[in-house]
């Protein structure tokens, strides 16, 4: 019963490097999407996948990128960490309607990301 | 893109009492309203949504209402219990689901 299992929990990076938000779901979903979530501005997009093999771009795209190889698996890629990226991360994966999630989303419980 | 402006940021509630929220949307082609619940450490959780072909809808202590007229919907929960104490999020989705910034709830015991 695992739902949306996000990794690691808990990281520190310093300015400029580089790592890998893994993200796994276990419900055959089709949708998968990336938040950030900070102070006083609720959730907000980063990257969404509607399918394997295809990704595109949310609200604050801008410093990561994402690649969609199975169902179960959507890893958020940051190239070169910057301290503006000091955040909370979500996945969170759904049944997909057409081109765009319109149904329940199920949510990790969260990546804390620092950059120092 | 959507814009969702969600009120009030904190609101403190007697035990028992009724807590509203209320959003806002711009974009008139939204037609899913969902609201979210997220406690301390945990990711969000779906308590209800609501549809556009839909002016409101209950699920026991919660519900929702929606004027796509006004282009804005609310979140109501009577009878307000310490476990109702939680961020909460509304959203707005026409492609792409939307949210608000988040009310912190306090149920006073």
């Known amino acids: 019963n695992a739902g949306v299992t996000q990794t690691p929990k808990f990281q520190v990076l310093k300015t400029g490097q580089s790592m890998t938000l893994q993200c796994a779901q276990d419900?055959?979903?089709?949708?998968m999407s990336w938040y950030r979530q900070d102070p006083g501005m609720g959730l907000r997009l980063i990257h969404y996948s509607v399918g394997a093999g295809i990704t595109d771009q949310g609200e604050v795209p801008n410093g990561y990128n994402v690649s969609r190889s199975t169902t179960e698996d959507f890893p958020l890629r940051l190239l070169s960490a910057a301290p503006s990226q000091t955040s909370v991360y979500f996945c969170?994966?759904?049944?997909?309607?057409?081109?765009?999630?319109?149904?329940?989303?199920?949510f990790g419980e969260g990546s804390r990301l620092t950059v120092l | 893109g959507e814009n969702v402006e969600q009120h009030p940021s904190t609101l403190s509630v007697q035990e028992g009492d009724s807590a509203v929220i209320k959003c806002t949307y711009s974009?008139?082609?939204?037609?899913?309203f969902p609201w979210y619940k997220q406690e301390l450490g945990k990711g969000p959780q779906l308590i209800i949504d609501i549809r556009s072909n839909v002016g409101e809808k209950k699920d026991q202590r919660i519900a929702v209402t929606l004027n796509k007229t006004a282009k804005h919907f609310s979140l109501h929960i009577t009878e307000t219990q310490p476990e109702d104490s939680a961020v909460y999020f509304c959203a707005a989705s026409n492609y792409k689901l939307s949210f608000g910034a988040g009310t912190t709830v306090t149920v006073r015991a």
């Open positions: 974009d008139s082609a939204s037609n899913y």
């Open positions: 969170a994966s759904g049944t997909s309607g057409g081109s765009a999630n319109t149904g329940e989303l199920f």
């Open positions: 419900m055959n979903h089709e949708y």
